[in-house]
Each structure stands twice: as C-alpha cells, then as structure tokens.
C-alpha cells in the first residue's frame, strides 16, 4: 500500500533525522523532522516504536522497489538499471536502514525474515542473469547480491556525507557494478 506524499516525506525526515542525531532526545529528532515532539509523540509514542515503524516502511519501500523492477520478468539491464533508479528514490531510507544494521540483521529470530524477499529476489534475478550470460559466472549469485546491495547502501552513506555528488549516481553504480574499476575496456 503507498502512502501519501506527506507521510512518505515525514517518514523520510524522520529516518535521516535519527540518523544525523543518532544520540538526539525525541524532541530533537522531531525538531530535525520539522514536527512537534507532540506530533511526533501520537505518530509513534516512543523511539523505539518510531524505529520499528521506520524499519517496517522500509521494508514495505525495499520490497516494493523488487515488485518495481520485475527481476522475473525484465530484460536484466533494464531491470538492473530501474533497480538502481528506485534504490536511490529512496536514498534516506536506505541510509537508516544501514544505520540501523547490527550482525544479527539477517537473523531470522531477530526480525531478519523481513529482508528475506529482498535478498531472495536479489539472488534469484542475478541467478537467472547469469543463465542468460548478462552477469558473470564466476561469482556466484548470492555474492552478486552482497557486492550490489553494499554498493547501494556505501554509496548512499557517502553521497550523505558529502563525498559522492548525487548527480550521476545511478550510472556511476550501474557502470562500476558491470565494470568493476578496471582500466582496461572489455
């Protein structure tokens, strides 16, 4: 289900806004979302809670950017390029998700079956790119999946940090991603 407009972008301060004040009080973090602590107080009524409504969203924003993307179904590079575009749409809540990530992250009694589409349909798509002799083989699906999604999230957190320029990026990553940082043209 999409959410309005409005509550996609409060969603999207309120993630960058933990991440940026990750020790703020829950006044800070409203006033760094631009809401009333009061606002903030009936939308979640405590950190904790606002972090699980965050991490869900994202979930719901991750797997709907694989639904998006029809890894099944599209041409690998279209796929591939659409993914990266959608990835980055919503770069604020990549950004708190990979600062919210601990070990257990993936550890299914800790909550990790929520990722579990989103990796499956990850292996699966680049599986079946390397069937189609789009993906290398030489590095297996799963792998593919690792190098793609900490590609996305690093260069996110970089670009956040003021040492990537947002301009470009969905090229840069899918070139760098198929290119590697290789000299030599192949």
Excluded at 76 to 97: N, V, Y
Excluded at 160 to 169: E, I, L, Y
Aim: glycine residues 6%.
């Amino acid at each position: 289900m999409d959410l309005p407009a409005a509550d996609e972008r409060q969603l999207k301060a309120l993630a960058i806004a933990i991440v940026d004040h990750p020790r703020a009080t829950f006044k800070e973090i409203a006033q760094a979302a631009g809401v009333s602590k009061a606002t903030l107080n009936r939308f979640c009524g405590t950190r904790d809670n606002l972090i699980e409504i965050l991490l869900n969203h994202g979930s719901v924003v991750i797997n709907r950017v694989i639904a998006d993307a029809d890894l099944a179904e599209a041409a690998p590079l279209e796929a591939l390029h659409c993914l990266i575009d959608d990835h980055l749409t919503h770069r604020e809540l990549l950004a708190f998700l990979a600062f919210q990530w601990r070990p257990d992250t993936h550890d299914l009694n800790a909550g990790g079956n929520r990722w579990l589409p989103y990796s499956d349909a990850l292996d699966g798509f680049f599986l079946r790119g390397q069937r189609e002799g789009v993906f290398r083989i030489d590095i297996a699906a799963p792998v593919l999946t690792e190098i793609f999604a900490s590609l996305i999230f690093g260069l996110v957190d970089a670009e956040r940090r003021g040492r990537v320029a947002r301009s470009g990026m969905t090229v840069l990553i899918e070139q760098f991603f198929l290119k590697g940082a290789s000299s030599h043209q192949t």
